[in-house]
Nanobody
Framework: VQLVESGGGLVQAGGSLRLSCAAVSGSTDTIKAMGWYRQAPGKQRELVATITSGGGNTRYADSVKGRFTISRDDAKSTMYLQMNSLKPEDTAVYYC???????????WGQGTQVTVSS
């Protein structure tokens, strides 16, 4: 499956951005869990949030709880990340991730840059 992120950009601290991740090809109907990860310069990639098929269960990193909201529209094969009250430490490349039923591989998008200025 091919994942395409969009919605990144430059925003001032306290602002908001909405990221989207669209599954545009492949077995999109077999996607189960999806998630957002981020990687800041010089740091390891870290989990931001995950969501199960149908949106029934979500999980967030402590650093984004109460500020970020993950959601998905399975009919559109698209996942979203609403980011509010952004902080400079949220600056990173954000990647979406998907796991498929019956497939041991994980799939990643190309990443979208989010930069929060102070």
């Amino acid at each position: 499956v091919q994942l395409v992120e969009s919605g990144g950009g430059l925003v001032q601290a306290g602002g908001s951005l909405r990221l989207s991740c669209a599954a545009v090809s492949g077995s999109t109907d077999t996607i189960k869990a999806m998630g957002w990860y981020r990687q800041a310069p010089g740091k390891q990639r870290e989990l931001v949030a995950t969501i199960t098929s149908g949106g029934g269960n979500t999980r967030y990193a402590d650093s984004v709880k109460g500020r970020f909201t993950i959601s998905r529209d399975d009919a559109k094969s698209t996942m979203y990340l609403q980011m509010n009250s952004l902080k400079p430490e949220d600056t990173a490349v954000y990647y979406c991730n998907a796991a498929l039923r019956g497939d041991p591989n994980e799939y990643w998008g190309q990443g979208t840059q989010v930069t929060v200025s102070s």
